[in-house]
């Protein structure tokens, strides 16, 4: 009887561990050690000493507004996901850049080596101010988990030109005269947008920085991928050695070309760019890009998205790709199906990313297991 009692209790001790999840089911509710439904959008994964942290925007029932702050739950076989509770939370003082209320998008965080601290970028409107301030914020901890020192915000490389522009290319765009292309999409107006007519008028403010990525290159040096100029073009801004400040040299991607969502990875010395159309929180088809030097030429390619909604993203909206920890052949592709009428409802579509004739593709499985990357 005693080794019987002993046997139900042991049963027990080791129920939690047999009822692990094995798969992820993308577009479904994916819940976290607490049975809640992962909060974790616009979101992007740090790995750190053995460990995977997800970053995410915490939604809120009825508002796409930050209520909370970023959201950060910790991982070992990517499928079974604790929460680690608030990285960066919002605040109550009217006023502050991050003020309950404001509009906190695509948190990433990278690791600093120099400094020993953990630095994290997002997408900042000002509370109240629509898309309208469209800037970078920063923030940094000692831990991963947090807390986040909230340290600043605001537009990005004021009085800087693209890195790579010559003479010619700044006086070209320094000729452009806003007042002759007040009407958007004709054809001059295009041509001029290629030229550089938002990164004059940004010059002296700083260029806009909305939907952001960062990526951290084989030579240690951090970037921020973000839509700028009005959404129509990319920048790849270089960070500081510390990664909390923008150095001033950045290059453009796609100008005029109208990409969001930007999510970046690297495989046998390429760089692969996949991102989205503007149609908020609408889907739309992916689009992809490479280039065998980050900043540039990128070169378009078709979506890599297979089978059933592949046209659409499988409904949702690139995020983030993320390179499974000593598999340098592993990948997955991470987006969110938005729900902005309930944007706590949102749902995340993880796929891993199989290469065909060394490109990637994105199929869509009802069901799969990251296991399969370890056997
Ligand atoms: C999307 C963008 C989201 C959010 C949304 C607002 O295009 O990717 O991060 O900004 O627009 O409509």
Same mark, same amino acid.
């Given at each position: ?137 920063? @923030? ?6 947090? /807390?986040?020192? &909230?340290? *600043?915000? =605001? $537009? ?97 991607? @796609? ?6 969502? /930007?999510?970046? &990875?690297? *495989?046998? =010395? $390429? ?105």
């Amino acid at each position: 009887m005693k080794h019987f009692l002993l046997l139900v209790c042991l049963q027990f001790l080791f129920l939690p561990l047999c009822a692990k999840d094995r798969t992820i089911r993308p577009g479904e509710l994916w819940l976290d050690n607490k049975g809640v439904h992962i909060n974790a959008h616009g979101g992007g994964i740090m790995y750190h000493k053995g460990t995977y942290y997800w970053y995410g925007e915490h939604k809120a029932e009825n508002t796409s507004s930050a209520l909370v702050g970023v959201t950060c739950y910790r991982s070992k076989d990517l499928v079974n996901w604790t929460n680690c509770g608030i990285a960066l939370a919002v605040e109550d003082q009217v006023g502050s850049d991050i003020e309950k209320g404001c509009t906190l998008e695509r948190p990433k965080v990278i690791y600093c080596p120099r400094t020993g601290k953990f630095v994290m970028w997002f997408h900042l409107e000002l509370k109240g101010r629509g898309y309208a301030a469209a800037r970078a914020a920063v @923030a940094v901890a000692d831990k991963p988990t947090g /807390p986040f020192k &909230f340290l *600043r915000s =605001g $537009r990005v490389n004021p009085y800087c030109y693209p890195a790579d522009w010559n003479e010619a290319d700044i006086a070209q765009c320094k000729a452009l005269q806003s007042s002759q292309f007040t009407e958007w999409w004709t054809g001059p107006w295009r041509e001029a947008v290629s030229q550089g007519l938002f990164v004059k008028r940004d010059l002296d403010g700083g260029q806009m920085a909305r939907d952001m990525t960062l990526y951290i290159d084989d030579d240690g040096r951090a970037y921020h991928i973000f839509s700028s100029e009005e959404n129509l073009t990319l920048h790849l801004a270089e960070l500081s050695d510390d990664f909390t400040y923008h150095t001033g040299r950045y290059w453009r991607i @796609a100008p005029g070309g109208q990409n969001e969502a /930007p999510a970046l &990875f690297k *495989r046998n =010395g $390429r760089y692969w760019l996949i991102t989205s159309g503007c149609t908020g929180w609408a889907p739309n088809e992916a689009r992809m890009f490479w280039a065998d030097s980050l900043t540039g030429p990128w070169t378009q390619v078709p979506s890599p998205c297979r089978g059933e909604n592949a046209k659409l993203t499988f409904n949702g909206q690139s995020t983030y790709i993320l390179p499974v920890a000593g598999k340098p052949d592993a990948f997955i592709f991470m987006a969110d199906i938005w729900r902005p009428k309930h944007p706590i409802d949102a749902r995340y579509v993880w796929l891993p990313i199989t290469f065909e004739n060394d490109t990637p593709v994105v199929a869509w499985r009802d069901e799969w297991s990251p296991a399969t990357f370890w056997d």
